[in-house]
């Protein structure tokens, strides 16, 4: 603890720092290389795994069955449709879930006594219920307007806070690498997408503009102070802001993370809570990818922003100048 201490201590004063400016080519070319494959992957995969809010379908909830396992539902559910290849889960630690494409109310009925039968429950047991498509696409358009509503006032709010465009632009592109990143990993593993991702997807929002304004706090600090007679450059100089703040950002994700942990091996593990999971799952990725792109993303696009300024040129090339000579 005392090392780590002292680690951080070293990076706010400057005595020991990480070149996160001097590398962002790479940082780009890592970023552009995630961000094509979240894109390409999922859709390489199927595309993305939609739960039955977006799609549609009737689902039943077999409660207190005999047995908990799966194969009893899909064996059921064919005998009455054999094309049909149904979704099942165990939910609550005591129930088994099966979702399906739309059925008729006859096909319906027939279900549901197959699973009552199959697990050996009366027919009260089994809850049936149909969801229509509709339903996920007006929370889909409306998940969208609130998105470009919340995204066109950040990006007011932080220009006039920060009395520039640039970090707008900067914490944007970051939000926008964290979202695909997220959608990405939840495509690639196949894992579904509920209302409840969704929630979490805009929940992550929040986190990463946190984060990122935090850090942009610090570089408008030290930008300010500098003076002709700097010896660090622009780039430098918000690296070294950037370094100032790292120790920061590592323990605000961890206290983050370590309760969003327990909400999702809680309620995946033992509660069985599909809720639960699927909104701490979205947090979990959002969180360390947000976090991430602060660091690597953020600040070194804000750099390159500020960086074709003549001022700034004038003065990077002047400090250079001075340092050779001397």
Known sequence: ????????????????????????????????????????????????????????????????????????????????????????AVVGGNSVRVQTAQLTSSQSEQVRGALAKAYRVSTDDVAFSFIGATWGQDISASAVRGLVIFLVLVALVMALYFRTWKMSVSALIALAHDLILTAGIYGIVGFEVTPAAVIGFLTILGYSLYDTVVVFDKVRENT??????????????????????????????????????????????????????????????????????????????????RSTEPAIRMRTQRTLTARARA
Request: hydrophobic content about 50%.
């Open 224 to 305: 300010r102070r500098m003076t002709a007679d700097d010896r660090r450059t622009f780039a430098e100089t918000v690296n070294l802001a950037v370094n100032q703040t790292l120790v920061r950002s590592i323990n605000t994700s961890i206290v983050a993370l370590l309760p969003i942990a327990g909400i999702l091996f809680i309620g995946a593990l033992v509660l069985g809570a599909g809720t639960l999971r699927d909104i701490s799952l979205a947090l979990f990725i959002g969180i360390i990818v947000g976090t991430y792109s602060t660091i690597f993303l953020a600040a070194p696009i804000y750099t390159d922003l």
């Open 1 to 88: 603890m005392a090392s780590f201490t002292r680690f951080g201590n070293d990076l706010y004063t400057g005595r020991r720092s990480i070149d996160f400016i001097g590398k962002r080519r790479l940082w780009y070319v890592i970023a552009a290389l995630a961000i094509v494959l979240s894109i390409v992957v999922p859709f390489l995969r199927g595309g993305f795994h939609f739960g039955i809010e977006f799609t549609g379908g009737s689902q039943y909830t077999v409660s207190h069955p005999a047995t908990l396992d799966q194969s009893p539902a899909k064996a059921a559910v064919q005998s009455v449709v054999p094309t049909l290849a149904p979704e099942i």
